[in-house]
């Protein structure tokens, strides 16, 4: 069973920076390596969307609002994924979820879910 839990969020002025970590436990190195990692967020009103995906190895894939000044990696020794926020805007306030999704085999996978965690973007 898997568990994934993501660092604190915080609050951060207009053209900061704020880095997110989610950690997986309850797996091996070697599972966690299987799995798409990503990171959702949801704001006030509005649906959750995909941020940011990474691949078993390592191709990212972004949505567009946040290409260019988001950067998603993982590391899969310690089965731990981050997001890298730079030029923070009020719009990309929201909470922000991290994901794992597993291979699928027979027609079906599952996806598992940190808490979220809260950042806010104001000045």
């Not at 730079?86 to 929201?94: M, Q, R, V, Y």
């Amino acid at each position: 069973q898997v568990q994934l839990v993501e660092s604190r969020g915080g609050l951060v002025q207009p053209g900061g920076s704020l880095r997110l970590s989610c950690a997986a436990s309850g797996t091996s190195g070697s599972i966690f390596r299987t799995y798409v990692m990503g990171w959702y967020r949801q704001a006030p009103g509005k649906e959750r969307e995909l941020v940011a995906s990474i691949s078993t190895v390592g191709s990212a894939n972004y949505a567009d609002s946040v290409r260019g000044r988001f950067a998603i990696s993982r590391d899969n020794a310690k089965s731990t994924v981050y997001l890298q926020m730079n030029s923070l805007k009020p719009e990309d306030t929201a909470v922000y979820y991290c994901n794992a999704q597993s291979p699928t085999l027979y027609g079906r996978n599952y996806m598992y879910w940190g808490q979220g965690t809260q950042v806010t973007v104001s000045s």
